[in-house]
């Protein structure tokens, strides 16, 4: 079945760096729209970025010119490399796939379990 596992979440001091990985196993990952979201506590989950087959990204626009999401197909893994972390960015990130498209109000079809992010101030 399809699994998604994320990792390389933790605690990091405000203007720090992270960088989350998503492997992917269970299917043909190269023709899966992948997509990062997050959740903080007492929030409703929220888009973060989008990669596309093709390799092409999208992202929320309180995370563009800060993350940046790539995959690697050759690996079934997609990042989210994460730069000028502020606390508002402390939540759990998950990672989402899907064989047809991904919304940005409900993300895809498969989901990970998520990495918990904490950025102190």
């Known amino acids: 079945q399809v699994q998604l596992v994320e990792s390389g979440g933790g605690l990091v001091q405000t203007g720090g760096s992270l960088r989350l990985s998503c492997a992917a196993s269970g299917l043909t990952f190269s023709n899966y729209v992948m997509g990062w979201f997050r959740q903080a506590p007492g929030k409703e989950r929220e888009f973060v970025a989008t990669m596309y087959r093709s390799g092409s990204t999208t992202y929320a626009d309180s995370v563009k010119g800060r993350f940046t999401a790539f995959r690697d197909n050759a690996k079934s893994t997609g990042y989210l490399t994460m730069n000028s972390l502020t606390p508002e960015d402390t939540a759990v990130y998950y990672c989402?796939?899907?064989?047809?498209?991904?919304?940005?109000?409900?993300?895809?079809?498969?989901w990970g379990q998520g990495t918990q992010v904490t950025v102190s101030s």
């Open positions: 989402t796939a899907d064989p047809n498209t991904l919304s940005r109000n409900q993300g895809g079809r498969y």
